[in-house]
Structure formats: structure tokens, C-alpha cells
């Protein structure tokens, strides 16, 4: 598409080049063409070549500036698709970043990667408005969904997945003046907010009879030479505008920044109003607010901005005083905005929440588009009977992946919970992959609850609450040390999970109690673990505690397995498979040996 979209861009520009000479030539055939016949006296020759002339150039400038805006907007969506390929290839430096606000204390956005610069959010989030990205967010951050919900955000996203056009055109539309995103919750705040006196009417008729009364009387003035009457009128006209100037003060400040984004919301809506629907039944279901009202919102989208437009020559002092010296501008067209905004106030919040869903979606969508390879996982909802005595919850997951690792470099694994309080006790060696892996089945849940597809072969799953303790840091603010700080994020997890009547809980857990020392890290852990396999849910647990593993013995829920390396020519090589049993070996002395510190190192042998 980029070469294709070059070769065009190169024929446009050669097209373009011939119409700036075509204008240069005619307008100097017209200059000359005319001056030479009034010379010789050929008047009526001179005054026709002149028109003739003055006519094609307008001809041909309208016709250059409508390949001047073609190729500006190819341009844009050659942006667009160059962002799209650094999506792929997961270069993040050419990935447009767009902060998102993490809810504080939020139990895994963090531990998971899902916002911040490298994250799944900086990778997928391809919104055109701040509405839209809060959604996104908000489908990530706050799982899981109703199963309804989620069976009719995936329908809409999986519909949206091949129309590559229809998403490109609204970032087009969207983007075809300004990269900024649209400020929908400030475009309807300023919609639905009336600027409104009781004395605003008869102000705006008085001043129209001021401004009349005036050009009158100069009229009269001018034939007739009865005095200059019109000065008493126009100063009465002045002492009004200026007393009643502060009323629209508001209004202007909006209008001053608010009319492009209504103009290029105006262009999306637009578009979405224009377009067929008879083979996108759940696009068509999103988008029936737009299409079943007798006024086109795009339409009134339109002349709210023309009229935010013509508000916002108040910052032009001197223009904006001489355009009210001949009538009441600024009321006159701020009484026409209030008549707009009693049409549409009460419908246009259907508009925007339209627009939020349509682009969160959008964006997921944009996401299994680029990744063609990554299937739609599978939901199964267990029923209650199951429920209640243990089985149903389910997480299978083959050829599981982690999104954020180039493709060349990820390793996938296989996992598979099947019943409450199933938990796999994950061992191994440092810098084996035991956190990353933990954050691999964390981010692929949250993309599957999201509505989107997983970097997978399958993944089949029932609905869960995700809990996670990777990431912990201490808080001075709020005087917790690093072990308290971990220990009120376990006791969350294990409060969650004694909550019988909601979904299951996924927990991930990297390095239990490791803020505390090995006699009291093994108490605790084993506590813990004996705990959590006897509540409502199923999940990892990964340890550096090799005495952990006798646990498999005493509770049949737990299952070991470990991650390893192997020692090649005095270094280290890591395979990130997942292994079944407790991993035989360790590396942490090795590792401090060949950094150059001065332990002894254990004999290099090749690991099982």
C-alpha cells in the first residue's frame, strides 16, 4: 500500500507542478492579452480575452486546489499506514505515545504492562478522541466485563476487523487539520451548557432597532442633511454592546479552540451517515442513533462550529469592534448557538457515546488487523451447578505468547487450568522467564476480556478477576516499606478470591514474600499457597524457594513446574520452555561470577 500510495504521490506531484505553470501562463496570456488590444484600442477584445482569462485561471486554481487537498490527505494516510507497519514490527519510537491515567492502586495495570511508554496500550491504541481512549482504557482496566458485553464489544470488533477503509477514513477525517485528538467530553459540556439571561432577548432586539435606528438616520443624514441624529442612537448602540460584552465571554473562550474539533467531528459523523450498512449488523445497530433523526448530526455538528467560528473573531480586537459597530454580532449569533443547543442538547450525548464505542473498538480491530495470525479467543461460561462444587473455570491457552516481544524473539507456552484452585508452583533460574511469562497469561486475558484477539494458537477461557503481585514498591508517602506493601497487595488477592459468588480469580504472583528472610518467606509461602488453592480461582505462583515444591505432595491442586538454563562455553542460554516438575538447578552464584564478582563459582555443568 506504501508503494502504491508513493507512485501516486509522485504523479501528484507532477500534476501539480502542471498546474502551477498552466496558472503562471494564464495569467500572463490574460495580463498581456488584455493590455495590448486596449493599447491599439480594441477595447471590447481586451475587456473579453481579460474575462475569458480571469474565468479558466479560476477554473484551473480550483481544480490545483482540489489535488492540493487529495494529496495532503494521501499523505495522512501514508502517516497512518507507516504507523501501522512500526505497530507490527514493534518499533515503538515511530508509535505515536499518548499518556493514559492509571486508576491509583489499580491491582495489575501495571504489573501487566497495560499503559506507559513500550506498553500494550502505547501499541494498540489507534483512537481519534479522548472519549474514545478513555473507553479503550476502560475495557482493559476494569474486568471483567458482563458476558453480554463482552459477547456484543467482540461481535462489533470482529465485524470491524476487515474494513480497513472505514478506519482509515475516520482517522482521516479526524486528522485531516489537526493530529490532536477530539475532546468529546469538552465538545459536550460546551453543547449542552446554555449561555442564558432573561434579559438576552430584549437586549438583542433593542440593539437590532439601535443598529437599524442608526443606519437610518445616517442614511437620512446623507440625502437629506438633517443633522447628525444617527451619533445619539450609535452611542446609546455602544453603551449596550459594551455593558452586555461579558455575557458571551464564555462562549468566545470556547469558540476560540472548539470550532475545528466540531468541523472535524462534523467530517467523522459525516461519513458514518453517508456509508452502507446492510452487510455490518452490529455497526449498523452502533450507528442508529446518526441515521434515525430527522436533522443529520453532522449537519448541526456543522453549524455549530460556523457559528463558533464566527464568535471567535473576538480575537481580533479590531475587526471584531468594527463588525459590531453595524449590528449585534456577538448576540445575534450566540442566540442562534442557543437555539442549536436546545435541538440537540438532549440527543448529542448518544453522539459521543457512539463515537467512544466505535473507536475503542476501532482500535482493537485495527489491532487483529495487523496481526492476522492471532486468533479470536473462546469464551465458555461455566454453569452454576459447576460452579458451586469446584469444576467449570477454565483457562486453556496453546502457543501463548507475550504481544510485547518481536516475533522473532517470543517464545510460546502451553497452559491449562481447568478447576478452582488450580495452581502451578513455577520454579526456575534467574533471568529464565518465570515473570514474564506470568505477565504473558496476564496480558492475553486482558485482550481476550477486552473484546480482542490473543498472540496465541488458541485460548479458551471463562471469565476472571485478574490479580497480580509482579511489581511492588514501597511508598514514602504513604509509609509502607516494600515487605508491608507486598503484603497488603497478597492479602487483597486472597481476600478476592474468598468472594465464592463472583468469577474466578486468575492471580500472578512473581517471587512470594521476597521482602522477608528464607525462614519466614518459606512459612508464609506455604501458608499462602494452601490458602489460595482452596478459594475461588486458579493461577501461578512462581518461587525461588526450591523447598516449595514438596507442596505438590500435600495438596492435589498444586502442580510444579520451572523454566532452565543451559551452560555453554561458560555462558548462559535460556530457552524459556516451560518445564514440568522443580527445576534441578540454579544460577544466581554463576551469574555473580561471570559479572566479575568474587564468589566462588559452582563447576559448569549442563543442565537436564
Known amino acids: 500500500m506504501l508503494r502504491r500510495a508513493a507512485q501516486l504521490e509522485t504523479n501528484a506531484r507532477r500534476s501539480s507542478a502542471g498546474f502551477t505553470r498552466w496558472r503562471l501562463t494564464i495569467f500572463a496570456v490574460g495580463l498581456f492579452g488584455s493590455i495590448i488590444p486596449h493599447k491599439l484600442g480594441w477595447t471590447q477584445l481586451g475587456n473579453v480575452i481579460l474575462a475569458f482569462s480571469c474565468m479558466l485561471f479560476l477554473i484551473v486554481a480550483w481544480y490545483h486546489n482540489r489535488l492540493e487537498d487529495r494529496l495532503h490527505r494521501l499523505r495522512r494516510w501514508q502517516g497512518i499506514k507507516q504507523v501501522h507497519l512500526a505497530r507490527m514490527r514493534l518499533g515503538w519510537a515511530e508509535i505515536p505515545f499518548r499518556p493514559v491515567s492509571v486508576p491509583e492502586r489499580h491491582g495489575y495495570a501495571t504489573d501487566l504492562d497495560l499503559a506507559g511508554p513500550h506498553s500494550l496500550l502505547h501499541l494498540i491504541n489507534n483512537t481519534i478522541s479522548s472519549q474514545g481512549q478513555e473507553r479503550l482504557a476502560s475495557w482493559l482496566f476494569d474486568q471483567p466485563p458482563t458476558p453480554a458485553s463482552w459477547a456484543s464489544r467482540q461481535a462489533l470488533i470482529r465485524e470491524l476487523a476487515p474494513l480497513a477503509l472505514l478506519r482509515d477514513r475516520l482517522s482521516l477525517e479526524a486528522q485531516a487539520v ?220 496453546q502457543g501463548l505468547a507475550h504481544p510485547l516481544i518481536p516475533a522473532k524473539a517470543r517464545v510460546a507456552n502451553h497452559i491449562v487450568f481447568q478447576e478452582r484452585g488450580r495452581m502451578f508452583l513455577v520454579t526456575g533460574s534467574n533471568m529464565s522467564g518465570k515473570s514474564t511469562f506470568l505477565r504473558t497469561i496476564g496480558i492475553n486475558t486482558c485482550l481476550a476480556q477486552a473484546g480482542g484477539p490473543v498472540c496465541a494458537t488458541s485460548f479458551r477461557w471463562s471469565l476472571v478477576r485478574i490479580a497480580s503481585c509482579i511489581r511492588v514498591d514501597d511508598s514514602l508517602d504513604g509509609g509502607l516499606s516494600f515487605f508491608y506493601a507486598e503484603v497488603k497487595r497478597l492479602k487483597k488477592i486472597l481476600d478476592s478470591t474468598r468472594d465464592l459468588e463472583g468469577p474466578p480469580v486468575l492471580w500472578l504472583i512473581d517471587e512470594v514474600f521476597k521482602g522477608t528472610n528464607n525462614r519466614e518467606r518459606l512459612i508464609g509461602g506455604r501458608a499462602l499457597i494452601a490458602a489460595l488453592a482452596g478459594g475461588n480461582g486458579f493461577g501461578l505462583v512462581t518461587t525461588h524457594d526450591l523447598e516449595l515444591s514438596e507442596l505438590e505432595r500435600r495438596l492435589p491442586t498444586v502442580t510444579n513446574v520451572h523454566f532452565q538454563e543451559t551452560v555453554a562455553e561458560g555462558a548462559l542460554h535460556f530457552d524459556y520452555r516451560l518445564k514440568p516438575g522443580p527445576c534441578p538447578t540454579t544460577n544466581a552464584l554463576r551469574i555473580m561470577a561471570l559479572e566479575g564478582l568474587p564468589v566462588d563459582s559452582p563447576p559448569s555443568t549442563t543442565s537436564r
Open 178 to 397: 489537526e493530529d490532536a485528538d477530539i475532546d468529546g467530553r469538552r465538545l459536550l459540556a460546551v453543547l449542552q451548557k446554555r449561555v442564558d439571561s432573561p434579559s438576552f432577548m430584549p437586549m438583542l432586539l433593542t440593539e437590532t432597532f439601535l443598529a437599524l435606528a442608526t443606519a437610518g438616520l445616517m442614511l437620512a443624514d446623507l440625502l437629506s442633511g438633517i443633522g447628525n441624529y444617527w451619533m445619539l442612537s450609535f452611542g446609546l448602540y455602544a453603551f449596550l454592546f459594551l455593558s452586555v460584552r461579558s455575557r458571551s465571554e464564555e462562549i468566545f473562550d470556547h469558540a476560540q479552540s472548539l470550532h475545528r474539533q466540531l468541523e472535524r467531528l462534523s467530517a467523522v459523523l459525516g461519513y458514518l451517515e453517508r456509508r452502507s450498512y446492510h452487510a455490518t449488523p452490529r455497526l449498523a445497530e452502533l450507528c442508529r442513533p446518526l441515521l434515525q433523526q430527522h436533522t443529520r448530526p453532522s449537519t448541526s455538528l456543522k453549524q455549530a462550529a460556523s457559528l463558533m467560528n464566527r464568535l471567535s473573531v473576538r480575537a481580533h480586537p479590531l475587526v471584531h469592534y468594527l463588525i459590531n459597530a453595524f449590528g449585534p454580532w456577538d448576540l445575534y449569533h450566540t442566540y442562534r448557538l442557543q437555539h442549536l443547543q436546545d435541538r440537540i442538547a438532549a440527543v448529542a450525548p448518544q453522539w459521543f457515546e457512539l463515537l467512544a464505542e466505535l473507536d475503542a473498538a476501532a482500535s482493537l480491530a485495527t489491532f487483529a488487523y495487523l496481526h492476522p495470525d492471532y486468533p479470536w479467543p473462546s469464551l465458555q461460561q461455566p454453569d452454576d451447578a459447576a460452579h458451586r462444587n469446584g469444576a467449570g473455570p477454565i483457562l486453556d491457552a
